[in-house]
């Protein structure tokens, strides 16, 4: 059975910090991953999609990477901003077509 | 532009009770979800629909039911609520299966609480 952990469960950083969400599963046997973002009270909105053969994808300040054959993703944010607190969270596609999430990571962002 | 729009987006059951959550999309997609959200579990597919017509089990399929009489709209039931099924449901859309890596579309989700 696929799961899905995302490390750490929360983070607080400073305005203007880089930073790295890591996301990992145990079974390499995936089609693609996405991150997602959600705001509180509110749905999930794809941020960023890496199919298996891909090792990366960008968007603006977002960089995902993908390393399959060890089971880890991360998500690069450059140059935080307070509009980015949310809750991020991966997911993979495996066998099935099932669709796996992690449980997310909250992150703030203080100005 | 409304994409996907799920109703009612609050209610407080009595055990026992019944109720239908509904959600349409706009988008024509043929694949439509519904998930519940936990505190300390990821999403969990609850019951999901490859087309107007079909529906079939997720990982968590339990006391729900599901009807897909048209193509735009996707019902998730419930029989007799129980306070386990206290959660939040979140519908989904997306015009392929996840393995193709077309987006999918969420709606803002329906807090539901058995009393």
């Known amino acids: 059975k696929q799961e899905v952990t995302q490390i750490p469960a929360a983070l607080s950083v400073p305005e203007g910090e880089n930073l790295v969400l890591n996301c990992s599963f145990t079974?390499?046997?995936?089609?693609?991953l996405q991150w997602f973002r959600q705001d509180p009270g509110k749905g999930l909105t794809s941020l960023l999609l890496i199919q298996s053969s891909q090792r990366e994808q960008t968007s603006g300040r977002l960089n995902a990477s993908l390393d399959k054959s060890s089971g880890r993703s991360t998500l690069y944010i450059a140059a935080s901003q307070p509009g980015d607190s949310a809750t991020y969270l991966c997911?993979?596609?495996?066998?099935?077509?099932?669709?796996?999430f992690g449980t997310g990571t909250q992150l703030k962002v203080e100005l | 532009n409304a994409g996907v729009t799920q109703t009612p987006k609050f209610r407080v059951l009595k055990t026992g009770q019944s109720m239908t959550l509904l959600c349409a999309q706009d988008m024509n997609h043929e694949y439509m979800y519904w998930y519940r959200q936990d505190p300390g579990m990821g999403l969990r597919l609850i019951h999901y629909?490859?087309?107007?017509?079909?529906?079939a089990k997720g990982e968590v399929p339990d006391g729900y039911n599901v009807s897909r009489l048209k193509k735009q709209n996707f019902l998730l039931g419930l029989e007799s609520a129980a306070p386990s099924q206290t959660s939040v449901y979140f519908c989904?859309?997306?015009?392929?299966?996840?393995?193709?890596?077309?987006?999918?579309?969420f709606g803002e989700g329906s807090w539901l609480t058995v009393v």
């Open positions: 079974d390499s046997a995936i089609y693609n």
């Open positions: 629909s490859v087309g107007e017509g079909t529906t």
């Open positions: 997911a993979v596609t495996g066998g099935g077509n099932k669709l796996t």
């Open positions: 989904a859309s997306s015009d392929t299966g996840h393995s193709s890596g077309n987006t999918i579309y």
